[in-house]
Nanobody, 127 residues
């Protein structure tokens, strides 16, 4: 079973930057998986933030477009999320997962996860 471990979260002031990492282990399909970052803020549903195809195609939620960058290193089975110009509303627990058949409905990306969730990493942006 694939295990996902997110890291890199922390406390940052508005306008600052953080880079999150997600390491996948226990499987041999990472290079063939579409990988996504999600986030879950208190009181909100978990939402897709960004995802990256097997190649280099990247897709972002409108709320983070132009500020966040998703990338992957298949040799390290790791996906990254570079977050710049952070805002207090970016405060959330961030998770990664492989996804299949992402669809945009009502302006929001829906992407069912393939594996069990990791523990996530908390990002707190102070104003």
């Amino acid at each position: 079973q694939v295990q996902l471990v997110e890291s890199g979260g922390g406390l940052v002031q508005a306008g600052g930057s953080l880079t999150l990492s997600c390491a996948a282990s226990g499987g041999n399909t990472f290079s063939g998986d579409v990988m996504a970052w999600y986030r879950e803020a208190p009181g909100n549903q978990r939402e897709v933030v960004a995802f990256i195809s097997v190649g280099t195609t990247t897709i972002y939620a409108d709320s983070v477009k132009g500020r966040f960058t998703i990338s992957r290193n298949n040799a390290k089975n790791t996906v990254y999320l570079q977050m710049d110009s952070l805002k207090p509303e970016d405060t959330a627990v961030y998770y990664c997962n492989a996804i299949k058949d992402p669809r945009k409905v009502g302006g929001v990306w829906n992407a069912p996860p393939l594996y069990n969730w990791g523990k996530g990493t908390l990002v707190t942006v102070s104003s």
